[in-house]
């Protein structure tokens, strides 16, 4: 069982089979997986609007089906360097803490259904900014997923506003 | 819980609020028999009700208080100690009934026979004097009213639903009720005729009495008849409504006015379209929809103040202080959710005028006040906003208590205090770091919790200030806006992104362009704008905002949006302005919520999300560097009162001895002169001069004035009644107005230090260090000369140059001076005894003022004969008026030296006359 299988639902589900479903998405290059219980819908972000004086990490507000959603540049939350190009986006539209999030990826994958067993922990060498917001990796063939814990995503930069 | 019970319970805590009020004004008027025919119904009615619905816990609570009040209306004298009782009483059937409501109805066990005993006992105590036999005391439910026995014995142990309702109903205030159709009190299930029985008897004996006091009841009510039957045709129109439906017809209202905004916003774009009428008309039905809804919202702002009367007798108690709260405006109505939120900050700050405002009644007397102190609640609506005003005539904030707490707390260097206004020092009673340690509360006189208070307030969209006089009170008023649900913004745009901003800190809209009227102008780098006599500190929005800005955008054309908060005026300086929508707020997501400079965010007409300025934090980003009064109604004092930096005052400005330059206030100087080097005569190893018939002495600022050969000398002519001196300069260079504010003091003597005239480093001269040099005995002539008349005097002046400057004048004058900084460091020199002859105040001066000085001296016994002379930068006719009046024997202008020693010589001798 991940680490981040917190919700009743969820810890269910593993029990029955023993496996978590993934939504893969791709930054940088890198493949993430994200909980599926944990993402609320996948969208293209129209219109942002800027916000002065937030974190960098915030890309911007906008507004989602009469909704505001807050939204994330993952790039940056990860220290990556912004895309180059002209490229459409994608956003991962997600629920914390009764606030609505969009985490802007690059691409969105296929959704895998994943043995918990088969997690590891995060190699003790990786990135510190990147192991902040692991929960762990799974070896696929051919490719690493990184879990993307998405509690310490926002959790993280929730906590550095408050202080 | 079945509804019954509910409705019940509704109506009772209603009624209890009513009655906590209703008490308190009893207790300040005791032979009010409307007041006690009120409490009495209610507490009549409550236990009716709850001896029908099978609550024997409260039914003997509300009995036992009934009894006693009953004792009341027989006449019997209304104790403090009898009202804390029945208050007491109140809290106990309260928190039975908050139990009741948790536990879904069930009566919580206990025992309440500590406090039925007390009742009893007192009733008796009551009844004592009247000679009654207490046994039927404890029997009867004394005072009940004539008809209801009547019925009682009409109509024994019926108990229709019919009549509960009516129970129900009457525990709104409706006075005829009581007395034509009594309330349902038969209620309690069996009944127990030997109280009947005694009821009866009881009703004998006091026929005479009961019949007198329905007479004069009803004389009482006649006046009020009219207002009480309309309240009661009202409260028959009305329906209970659950607050929760209003909610949600509240959001709905909301979302049905962003779309409407949608819907416009399409047809703006499309020039002829056939939806533009139907939309017109939808428009017009959405704005009255929400005006409907927002009614519904609407509570007067008495409900927030229903318990306050009760709090504040009982702080009176427990402090030993006499209060009385004046409430004004309770009928003003606000949004029931803006209600709510500042109840709290209302009574907290209610609490405190009490606590810390207000002084014991020793105290009070001592200054001069009445013993009974005043808390003045008001309330009454400005614009789209409520203003909220807490006034006590207490003793005041305490500025330097403040300033120190500020300088240990290191909110701000003493440097930035100096350059703060009064207000902007008291508003740090605010900061969160005033509340926390105990010993504030002592020393500053109020704190605790103010930075809380401020948060709720702000949180609102309010604005809380404060105005405080020592010795007088202190004012805290609270603006909030009528509601928070929907907001009217002036959208505007920086740097291409869009902003909205609330229109109710929005003061006005200037354009400005390089060529037209107005147009930006820069001091160093900081931008202002003059606009109609005033300068107006101007930030751009993109700045503040660290947007950066587009290079090709011409910093100095766009729009300057004038905003007000509190008192500080300001503008934003913005791109573009669009158009004004009505927005519902939402709340920012938690992680954008740090960001001061906005409230929150919505979602525009055209679907995009846009942020709403806070201009709150704006003002507060702006800080103190920019802010000014302009609000300040006293507007004269504060021109008065920056003479330490702001003010101009004429500077001589000449050379003597160096190159640079050196600056004596012009209105010292009795002329210019310049003496051809012959006449300068040498005796007695002094230079002189043959002056309009007399030898003028002549004196050399330092060693390295030139001594002219040949030509003429220039000379300052320094003059007093007849007496001149000459202060021998190299060249005279101009004449300047510059604000003075002498930045490096000086320890040379005859020098008061150095400031920046004409952007120059420049020497200013103490010429009450030269005066004496010409004539030693230079003020100490003829009647005050002796030494022996050395005589006290006490100089007050907030402002450090004038404290340098006329101090050593004084000085030089033969007073043994003492300098104060301010009137409160001289009230407490004077309280501790210190005397003095003479005192020389300044008018202009923070917290208090020389009039208010002078007025509170004259109140003094110790100081009613003391000489005091007023020195004003201001000399109108009516200040002198005003001057004469708070007590001042002489009204001198500040620059007008020669006339300060005329004063001050004329008031010695004329007390050395008397002396003598």
């Known amino acids: 069982m991940t680490a981040t299988s917190h919700t009743p639902g969820a810890a269910a589900n593993d029990s029955l089979s023993g496996q978590i479903q993934y939504v893969t998405v791709f930054i940088g290059g890198q493949l993430f997986g994200l909980p599926i219980h944990k993402v609320h819908d996948v969208f293209v972000p129209e219109s942002m609007t800027r916000v002065p004086l937030s974190a960098p990490e915030v890309a911007g507000v906008l507004n989602l089906r009469g909704r505001i959603v807050t939204a994330i540049n993952m790039r940056r939350r990860l220290g990556l360097p912004q895309r180059e190009g002209n490229h459409g986006i994608m956003a991962v539209g997600i629920e914390y803490r009764g606030e609505s999030y969009g985490l802007i990826i690059d691409e969105v994958g296929e959704v895998l259904n994943l043995d918990a067993a088969g997690r590891e922990a995060n190699p003790a060498n990786l990135d510190p900014r990147w192991a902040e917001i692991s929960g762990g990796v799974h070896r696929l063939s051919g490719q690493l997923m990184v879990i993307l814990d998405v509690e310490r995503v926002l959790g993280r930069m929730q906590g550095d506003m408050a202080a | ?916």
């Open chain 2, 1 to 916: 819980m079945d509804d019954l019970l509910r409705e019940f319970l509704t109506e009772t805590n209603e009624s209890l609020d009513t009655v906590d009020v209703e008490l308190v004004k009893f207790e300040q008027e005791p032979n009010n028999a409307r007041i006690l025919d009120n409490i009495f119904r209610l507490v009549h009615t409550i236990k009716g009700t709850c001896g029908f619905l099978g609550l024997p816990r409260l039914e003997a609570l509300a009995h036992a208080a009934e009894t006693l009040m009953g004792k009341f209306r027989e006449g019997a004298a209304v104790t403090e100690e009898a009202v804390s009782l029945v208050l007491q009483t109140i809290d106990r059937i309260k928190g039975i009934l908050a139990e009741l409501e948790a536990n879904e109805g069930e009566e919580p066990k206990g025992e309440d026979r500590d406090l039925i005993s007390l009742l009893e006992a007192m009733s008796m105590a009551e009844a004592a004097p009247r000679k009654e036999p207490p046994k039927k005391e404890k029997k009867e439910t004394a005072g009940t009213l004539v008809a209801q026995v009547l019925e009682r014995e009409l109509r024994p142990g019926e108990v229709s639903l019919d009549e509960l309702e009516r129970a129900f109903r009457e525990t709104a205030v409706e006075v005829e009720i009581a007395t034509d159709e009594p309330p349902a009190e038969e209620a309690p299930v069996g009944i127990d005729f030997a109280r009947v029985a005694a009821e009866i008897e009881a009703r004998m004996k006091q026929a005479s009495p009961d019949g007198k006091e329905e007479k004069a009841k009803a004389s009482a009510e006649d006046g009020e008849g009219e207002a009480k039957s309309e309240k009661g045709s009202v409260s028959s129109q009305s329906i209970r409504v659950n607050v929760e439906t209003l909610e949600h017809l509240m959001t709905m209202v909301s979302e049905l006015v962003l779309t409407r905004n949608q819907l416009l916003e399409i047809v703006r774009r499309h020039e002829d379209s056939e939806f533009k009428v139907p939309l017109q008309r939808l428009s017009n039905v959405t704005a009255e929809l929400q005006e409907g809804v927002m009614k519904t919202r609407m509570q007067p702002i008495g409900n927030a103040w229903q318990k306050l009367p009760r709090i504040v007798r009982d702080l009176a108690q427990e402090l030993g202080k006499q209060i009385e709260l004046e409430m004004v405006g309770a009928d003003t109505e606000l949004d029931r959710q803006v209600l709510e939120l500042i109840k709290d900050p209302l009574t907290h700050m209610v609490r405190n005028s009490a606590d810390h405002g207000l002084e014991r009644p020793d105290d009070r007397r001592k200054a001069g006040k009445t013993e009974k102190g005043t808390i003045r609640l008001a309330a009454y609506h400005e614009g789209g906003h409520i203003i909220i005003e807490i006034a006590d005539d207490g003793r005041g904030l305490s500025l330097e208590r403040i300033r120190q707490k500020i300088i240990e707390n290191g909110l701000a260097t003493e440097a930035e205090l100096e350059k703060m206004s009064e207000g902007q020092i008291y508003k740090h009673i605010f900061a969160p770091g005033f509340s926390t340690a105990a010993k504030v509360t002592s020393v500053s006189g109020r704190g605790v919790g103010m930075d809380v208070v401020r948060t709720n307030i702000e949180t609102i969209g309010g604005t809380v200030d404060l105005k405080s006089v020592q010795g007088k009170g202190t004012t805290f008023t609270i603006k909030i806006p009528l509601t928070l649900a929907i907001v009217s913004t002036l959208i505007v745009e920086s740097c291409g992104d869009r902003f909205a901003i609330p229109q109710l800190s929005v003061v006005e809209l200037v354009r400005v362009q390089n060529n037209s009227e107005h147009r930006i102008e820069r001091i160093k780098d900081t931008p202002v704008l003059r606009l109609r006599n005033k300068l107006l500190p101007l930030v751009p929005l993109a700045g503040l905002l660290k947007v950066e800005m587009s290079a090709e955008k011409s910093e100095d054309e766009g729009f300057i949006v004038v905003m007000q908060v509190g008192n500080v005026t300001f503008g934003l300086v913005v791109d573009g302005v669009f158009h004004t929508e009505e927005i519902v707020v939402k709340p920012m997501s938690k992680m954008l919520r740090h960001i001061t400079m906005f409230s929150g965010n919505t979602i525009l007409g055209d679907g995009s999300v846009i942020m709403i300025v806070d201009p709150n934090g704006v003002a507060s980003a702006i800080g103190t560097a920019v802010a000014t009064d302009t609000l300040d109604s006293h507007a004269d004092a504060d021109a008065a009162r920056g003479i330490d930096n702001d003010a101009k005052i004429s500077m001589l400005l000449f050379r003597a001895g160096s190159p640079e330059p050196k600056a004596v206030p012009l209105s010292l100087v009795t002329r210019l002169e310049e003496f051809e080097i012959e006449k300068i005569e040498h005796s007695n190893g002094r230079d002189l001069v043959q002056y309009r018939g007399s030898l003028m002495p002549l004196v050399y600022p330092n060693y390295d004035v030139r001594r002219r050969e040949e030509g003429t000398q220039p000379m300052l002519v320094f003059s007093d009644s007849g007496r001149s001196m000459g202060l021998v300069v190299d060249e005279i260079v101009d004449i300047v107005e510059e604000s003075l504010n002498i930045q490096v003091g000086s320890d040379v003597p005859g020098v008061l230090g150095s400031a920046v005239i004409k952007g120059k480093a420049t020497e200013i001269l103490d010429i009450g260090h030269y005066l004496p040099l010409a004539f030693e005995d230079w003020f100490k002539r003829k009647e005050i000369s002796s030494a022996a008349l050395t005589r006290k005097l006490l100089f007050i002046d907030d402002s450090a140059f004038f404290r340098n400057m006329l101090g050593p004048v004084m000085k030089a004058a033969g007073f043994d001076v003492t300098i104060c900084a301010s009137a409160t460091e001289a009230m407490r020199l004077l309280g501790e005894g210190a005397a003095f002859d003479v005192i020389v105040s300044d008018i202009e001066m923070p917290v208090v003022n020389g009039f208010e000085f002078a007025e509170m001296l004259r109140r003094d016994a110790r100081f009613r004969e003391t000489p005091i002379i007023a020195l004003s930068a201001l000399c109108t006719p009516a200040s002198i008026e005003r001057g004469r009046q708070s007590g001042f024997d002489e009204y001198v202008a500040k620059f007008d030296r020669p006339g300060l020693i005329a004063a001050l010589k004329e008031i010695s001798a004329a007390d050395y006359g008397i002396a003598a």
